[in-house]
């Protein structure tokens, strides 16, 4: 976090002020230090050594001057003690007498020669062969002139030695001041430059001794001795402050001169620029190379500073850009961090954690504010963390340096009752717990976990979980040595409802029935929904004895039956209910259910509504029914297979079929008032091999669920069709047949296809067919079941409602149907002769239906009573076992031949029924 | 210090070896004291510094007056090129910035061996050198000269 002060200061100054920038800036100063500094000291020691140049060429001057000036005065006082020796004692003795007293100058070093007049050497020392010498300017200027000064000639050579020599004379005179002859001191020039050391002149040094006339005697430059050159003296100042070059050489000397007194000579003294500033170079080049040295070091100093500087500038943005990262990171988190360092004890062991840090999410837990929260023990700010575990998982991750996480529900603190999970880490000196509010999560996990287990509709137990419950339920009886009882139940009619009223109504029913149900259970008991409008209910803890369940059994299928309001209408259904009980129906889940389900179907063929307890033989009758509906598939295979030989062949086949044949056989139907046969019933046989013959009871309600009906039927309606084909073929009297059709055959799509089919291919005009439909099938799907009557009605088929007053129709429904029979239910026939109500039912029915233009005709007339009621109440037709039971075709053919024989207005109804 | 007292020795006694009877070159010379003079022996440099005007004392710290012969002597030439190294031209130089600079002056010159060696019987500080055929017991030799 960035201080305000900090904030405030303008961001280019904030980068300038960083060490990296603002160092080398400052580092400019020494910098420039450094080379002032040295070019001040070069400056200095130049300008001091030039004065050390001037010091010395004055020195050297003044010690070279002085050094001349004492030897020029000894020459001259040698020249005038030899002058003196000459005037006492003669020319010959003169310079004897000064060897003799020693005040001859050593001879190693100066020649001193006397001339006489003529310009002869009389005497010399060192000695000398004699020598005219009086063309020698040295001696013809005493004597030509009359000048008493000393003579310094020009560094010749002369006839004597070849060597150039400098020669110093004096006029002697006689006693009477003419000239005698000359006194002579020669010396080497190099004498005069002999005092040249090269410790203090260095090796171009000058060392002159210069004539008046300009012409040098004596010059010394290092080891170089020369004479003779003329020297500009003008040009030579003393204190000159610049070398100025200096023949004959012309190098750049600091130059003095200095006339010396008594003589016409000048001493001259240089120093070489070169030598003198040699040092200062020396020194200039040292400090040149220790500035450029201290340069590069500091530079590189400066450089490393920076770049260091720079680096941990970059980390540090880098660091701060991390810090901002992690902060909007853990600011946008949806769990809360808190940053903690543990604290140790005096035994080294930890006893409370330091909060460094949290983010804003964590504030919403905690209830505590990020400031407040940093910098206190955790203990004390949040003193909860050391009940719910937090403390030991987070001692526990330091230690042990391994992350942990739990979930747990939070008991205090802002986020009381919510369920939350931590995540601990553990980082240096400490850990990061993170906290995350998982319960959403764990509802979520909930839901799934109950739509997993429920039904979605009704929120009842779905098979698994119900499956789950009597897993364990049987468990614990086989533990405990207790009872359980297990009740499949069926909603009967629920199809109806759903078909008639739609799926909503349906769901609505089911959900209705659910809670009706719940109602009369126990709390620990489970009622479940399979699926559809199957119910499973457990009842743990049952007693052994099933009576202790009936009325709590009974109970619930009442509670069924009770009408249920769906939108605007009242829905009755009732339920069909298996019950097991264990262990005596079974002692594992699933022989307990599976058993169950066959009680249910049991309860189901008894006609629904009621509740029947397991018993062995419902277990068989299952199995039973599987073999016979897998003996009616091989049974109407063989049958069609036998028509189609039939067809092909025109014989019956040889072979019988294994699994028996399905025949048909025909009922006679009789006109009340003619008695004459006019239609068939055609009704389904089955001719076992190994059960004999099965009644159509047992299987059509089988053919039906597994859906044989379908081909069945239609080999019924083919059959039928040919055999009264036929029968009017053969000329007998026109019969129209009747063929029942069931529920399940009117549901099927193509109904009236077949239908359409047999006719065609038997060739039978569709008026001679008939259809039996019972009453309470038209009900089930009223509107499909009317559009295909219509269709058939069209073909020219006739429709008969079988078993009319049994079953559940509504009278509105009825005049819809395009019927054109009603046949009265055998059991209102049943009781006609003894009972009143029946014989009302009858009369209203004859009366309904002649009204609504039907024929009627009545099932089952097995007595006379029952026929004479019935032609005297105007029935038209009857069918029973007083005229004929069900016969093959053949009788039927006898009949319609003894019939034929029979005048048409007399029959007695006897004389046909054959018993 | 003891290799400077053992060459010393060495010296001496080589010294004493050709003084003790090997036999002689006539061109020998050598260095010369007076018999009275308390200087036993001199090495050749200290000769040098002496005849060289370098040094006016001798070791012992007497004065010490050299002798030469006169100039142009062969023996004399001989006796500066083996004791000082130097031609007459560098002794000439030499005596030239020695005079020049008043630092010092020539030793006197005598004419030959014979008066070298009567000056310097005479005068206890006086030093010369003569050829060694020379010598006899009024002065020391101080040094062969090789």
């Known amino acids: 976090m960035t201080s305000p002060s900090e904030r405030r200061r303008p961001r280019w100054l904030g980068r300038a002020l960083e060490t990296y920038f603002a160092l080398p800036l400052f580092a400019v100063l020494p910098l420039l230090a450094i080379w002032v500094a040295t070019f001040h000291f070069i400056e200095t020691e130049r300008r001091a050594a030039v004065d050390a140049a001037h010091d010395a060429v004055r020195e050297q001057l003044d010690t070279y001057e002085a050094q001349v000036a004492r030897n020029l005065n000894a020459i001259d006082q040698t020249l005038k003690v030899i002058k003196y020796s000459v005037e006492l004692n003669g020319t010959h003795a003169a310079l004897p007498t000064l060897r003799a007293e020693e005040l001859l100058p050593p001879g190693l070093v100066f020649q001193v020669s006397v001339a006489d007049r003529d310009g002869a050497i009389v005497d010399s020392n060192p000695a000398m062969p004699p020598l005219d010498v009086s063309r020698t300017p040295y001696f013809t200027v005493h004597a030509n002139g009359t000048g008493h000064g000393v003579f310094v000639s020009q560094t010749v050579g002369d006839t004597a030695r070849s060597e150039p020599h400098l020669h110093f004379t004096r006029r002697i005179e006689d006693g009477y001041g003419r000239f005698a002859g000359v006194a002579i001191v020669e010396v080497d020039p190099a004498y005069f430059t002999s005092s040249y050391e090269r410790s203090r002149a260095g090796e171009l040094g000058l060392l002159a001794l210069v004539g008046s006339d300009g012409v040098a005697r004596a010059m010394r430059i290092g080891d170089r001795m020369s004479w003779g050159q003329p020297i500009a003296l003008d040009g030579i100042q003393e204190e000159a402050l610049a070398p100025h070059p200096t023949a004959p050489d012309g190098i750049e000397r600091y130059a003095g001169a200095r006339r010396l007194s008594g003589f016409p000579l000048t001493a001259v003294v240089g120093l070489a620029d070169s030598e003198q500033m040699a040092q200062y170079e020396q020194h200039y080049g040292t400090y040149l190379v220790g500035a450029t040295a201290a340069s590069s070091l500091l530079v590189a100093v400066v450089a490393m500073i920076s770049a260091w500087s720079w680096q941990v500038a970059k980390a540090r943005r880098r660091e701060r850009q991390a810090q901002q990262t992690y902060a909007a990171a853990s600011e946008a988190s949806p769990d809360a961090f808190f940053v903690l360092r543990s604290v140790t004890g005096a035994d080294g062991a930890i006893v409370d954690f330091l909060v460094e840090g949290s983010n804003s999410r964590a504030e919403l837990f905690t209830g505590i504010a990020n400031e407040a929260l940093r910098g206190q023990l955790l203990g004390d700010a949040l003193p909860y963390y050391r009940t719910n575990g937090m403390w030991e998982h987070l001692v526990q991750v330091v230690l042990e340096q391994r992350v942990i996480e739990a979930e747990w529900q939070a008991t205090s603190g802002p986020t009381a009752g919510r369920w939350l999970q931590r995540q601990i880490v553990p980082v240096d000196g400490g850990a990061v717990a993170m906290v995350r509010d998982i319960t959403e999560r764990k509802l979520a996990e909930d839901r799934i976990r109950h739509m997993a287990h429920h039904d979605e509709l009704t929120g009842l137990p779905n098979r698994s979980l119900i499956r789950d419950r009597l897993d364990q339920a049987v468990r614990n009886a086989q533990r405990n040595g207790g009872h359980l009882a297990l009740a499949f139940v069926d909603l009967d009619g629920f199809k109806l409802v759903n078909d008639g009223l739609g799926h909503n109504a349906g769901d609505e029913l089911l959900k209705v029935v659910g809670c009706r149900m719940q109602a009369c259970l126990r709390r620990t008991d489970t009622l479940g929904r399979l699926g559809g409008d199957e119910f499973v209910i457990l009842l743990p803890d049952a007693g052994e004895s099933p009576l202790a369940l009936t009325p709590v059994l009974e109970k619930i299928r009442q509670a069924v039956t009770e009408p249920v309001q769906i939108g605007d209408q009242a829905v009755r259904v009732s339920c069909s209910m298996g019950v097991v009980v264990y262990p005596r129906d079974g002692d594992d889940p699933k022989t307990l259910m599976m058993n169950a389900d066959a009680a249910m179907y049991r309860a189901k063929d008894l006609g629904s509504n009621n509740f029947q307890f397991y018993t062995r033989e419902m277990n068989a009758s299952v199995e039973e029914k599987l073999v016979l509906l897998e003996d009616m598939r091989r049974a109407l295979d063989a049958t069609l297979a036998d028509d189609a030989c039939e067809a092909t062949d025109g014989a019956a086949p040889a072979a019988p079929a294994p699994a028996g044949r399905f025949y048909l056989l025909y009922q006679p139907k009789v006109d009340l008032r003619t008695g004459r046969l006019f239609g068939v019933e055609a009704l389904i046989r089955w001719r076992h091999p190994d059960h004999g013959i099965v009644p159509p009871m047992r299987f059509i309600g089988l053919a039906e669920e597994s859906g044989l009906i379908v081909g069945l039927g239609e080999w019924v309606v083919r059959t039928a069709c040919r055999q009264a084909q036929l029968w009017r073929a053969a000329g007998l009297d026109p019969l129209t047949v009747s063929v029942n059709v069931s529920a399940r055959q009117f549901e099927e799509k193509r109904l009236v296809e077949r239908i359409a089919g047999a006719l065609r291919d038997s060739g039978l005009p569709p008026c001679a067919l008939d259809l039996e439909v019972t009453e309470s099938l038209l009900m089930r799907d009223l509107n499909q079941a009317i559009e295909r009557m219509r269709e058939l009605k069209e073909m020219g088929v006739t429709l008969s409602i079988d078993d009319f007053g049994t079953g559940y129709s509504s009278l509105s429904a009825l005049k819809s149907f395009p019927i054109s029979t009603l046949k009265i239910d055998k059991s209102f026939v049943r009781d006609l002769a003894s009972s009143s109500d029946d014989q009302a039912i009858a009369l209203a029915v004859i009366s309904l239906g002649h009204r609504m233009h039907l024929r009627v005709i009545a099932e089952g007339v097995e007595t006379v009573e029952q026929r004479d009621f019935l032609l005297a109440n105007d029935c038209d037709e009857m069918q029973g076992y007083l005229f004929s039971p069900p016969v093959p075709a053949e009788r039927i053919t006898e009949m319609l031949q003894a019939q034929q024989r029979q005048p048409r207005d007399v029959t007695p109804l006897g004389a046909l029924a054959v018993s | ?146």
């Open chain 2, 1 to 146: 210090m003891a290799t400077l007292q053992s060459f010393r020795l060495l010296g001496t006694s080589l010294l004493l070896g050709f003084l003790a009877g090997a036999p002689v070159c006539a061109a020998d010379l050598v260095v010369i004291v007076s018999a009275r003079s308390p200087v036993a022996a001199l090495r050749a440099d200290q000769v040098a510094a002496i005849f060289l005007g370098q040094s006016v004392r001798f070791p012992d710290g007497t004065e010490a007056v050299p002798f030469d012969l006169r100039l142009g002597v062969p023996m004399r030439d001989e006796f500066y090129a083996r004791v000082t190294n130097k031609t007459p031209a560098l002794l000439k130089a030499h005596w030239s910035k020695m005079v020049f600079t008043g630092r010092g002056q020539p030793p006197a010159e005598l004419p030959d061996s014979a008066a070298v060696r009567r000056k310097v019987a005479d005068d206890p500080e006086a030093i010369g050198y003569i050829e060694r055929s020379a010598l006899d017991g009024s002065v020391r030799a101080v040094l062969v000269v090789q």
